[in-house]
């Protein structure tokens, strides 16, 4: 079955500076790869996604990129702020049906 | 249009006790998913339900869990004789249809239940 490693499991970045968190998965099938960000006590949120047809996306500050053959995907943050502090989840939809699993998070701490 | 629904919030059973948890997809929504998230740690995928059908439990543990869709009513995730190592927050989150079917598909959290066995 699909396995989901990310890395790195913190981060601490300061206040302007950019952030990247990095997966892998193993399921050539995957085709969905989306990124959610989790506050604590709060319920994940989903804050941008990609598929395997594009390789890189962009909302404002978050962007996505993906490299198929090397079965890797990354978050980019830029310009970070003190509301982005939060644990950031990679997941792809490699489950038997179809599922996301997801790699276990990264958290970010981003120091003004 | 309401989110998925998730009820109760927090739940406090003692060890022994059964727990239900129950999950409103969004509307128009008839794929549901439950995930299991421990104190500190990742989401860990459970089972995968349509109405009426499992589609994959392979997250589930092989005793004391159950989980069903059915065509009236809430998914209900049912944990019998609860132990301490089943306080969690678990995470229900639905989908319009299965994921790889269709390109602009995603999946939607709700609030979680969170379980507390003392």
């Known amino acids: 079955g699909e396995n989901v490693e990310q890395h790195p499991s913190t981060l601490s970045v300061q206040e302007g500076d950019s952030a990247v968190i990095k997966c892998t998965y193993s399921?050539?099938?995957?085709?969905?790869f989306p990124w959610y960000k989790q506050e604590l006590g709060k319920r994940p949120q989903l804050i941008i996604d990609?598929?395997?047809?594009?390789g890189e996306k962009k909302d404002q500050r978050i962007a996505v990129t993906l490299n198929k053959t090397a079965k890797h995907f990354s978050l980019h943050i830029t310009e970070t702020q003190p509301e982005d502090s939060a644990v950031y989840f990679c997941?792809?939809?490699?489950?038997?049906?179809?599922?996301?699993?997801f790699g276990k998070g990264t958290k970010l701490s981003v120091k003004p | 249009n309401a989110g998925v629904m998730q009820n109760p919030r927090h739940l406090v059973r003692r060890r022994g006790q059964e727990a239900r948890l129950r999950c409103s997809p969004m509307?128009?929504?008839?794929?549901v998913y439950w995930y299991r998230q421990l104190p500190e740690e990742g989401l860990k995928f459970m089972v995968y339900?349509?109405?009426?059908?499992?589609?994959?439990e392979s997250g589930m543990p092989k005793e004391r869990f159950s989980a069903e869709f059915p065509k009236e009513g809430p998914s209900i995730l049912r944990i019998q004789q609860v132990v301490r190592g089943d306080s969690a927050a678990y995470f229900c989150?639905?989908?319009?249809?299965?994921?790889?079917?269709?390109?602009?598909?995603?999946?939607?959290f709700g609030e979680g239940s969170w379980l507390t066995v003392v």
């Open positions: 989150a639905s989908s319009p249809t299965a994921l790889r079917r269709r390109s602009g598909n995603t999946i939607y």
């Open positions: 399921d050539s099938a995957s085709n969905y």
């Open positions: 990609i598929r395997s047809n594009v």
């Open positions: 997941a792809a939809d490699g489950g038997s049906q179809g599922n996301l699993i």
């Open positions: 509307k128009g929504h008839s794929h």
């Open positions: 339900l349509q109405k009426e059908n499992i589609i994959d």
